[in-house]
């Protein structure tokens, strides 16, 4: 009986730093520092790089060379001038993806008018991984 007890409560202890230990090693806060330092100071190619090969922004579905055209073009026409998430929550699905509910404040400058806008959106980020987290999917929740 007590070689029982001794058993469950290892594991118990073991179960418990486990879960601690993979909320800190697979905590998707370095994925979201990259995404927003590519908004920054980095490119289209950079930001375009966070996605996966096969990826659902928004709205729709996109391939690499998709999903580059879009961050160009956003490129091309803003400046992030602040960008920031806020995670209200993580955790995996089903399919061992990571998936983080933030909500994201972005404030942009207008690169041919010059106008200033910002907006705050709640969003879900499905991140695939692959030596490193990729967005699989953008959704802009309500």
């Known amino acids: 009986m007590k070689k029982a007890k001794l058993f469950i409560f290892i594991l118990t202890v073991l179960i418990c730093s486990t879960s601690d230990l993979k909320s800190q090693v697979f905590s998707p806060d370095p994925f979201l520092e990259a995404y927003s330092n590519s908004l920054l100071y980095g490119d289209y190619l950079d930001h375009a790089n966070l996605y996966w090969e096969k990826t659902f922004f928004i ?62 959106v709640k969003k879900k980020f499905v991140l695939y991984y692959w030596k490193n987290y990729y967005v699989y999917q953008q959704i802009i929740l309500k």
């Open 59 to 120: 709205n729709k579905w996109y391939d690499k060379q998709g999903i580059r055209r879009v961050a160009k073009n956003f490129y091309d026409n803003n400046e992030t001038l602040e960008h920031r998430f806020t995670r209200l929550s993580h955790g995996y699905n089903r399919e061992g993806d990571l998936e983080v509910i933030v909500m994201e404040y972005h404030k942009v400058r207008n690169r041919k008018t010059g106008q200033i806008s910002s907006t705050t």
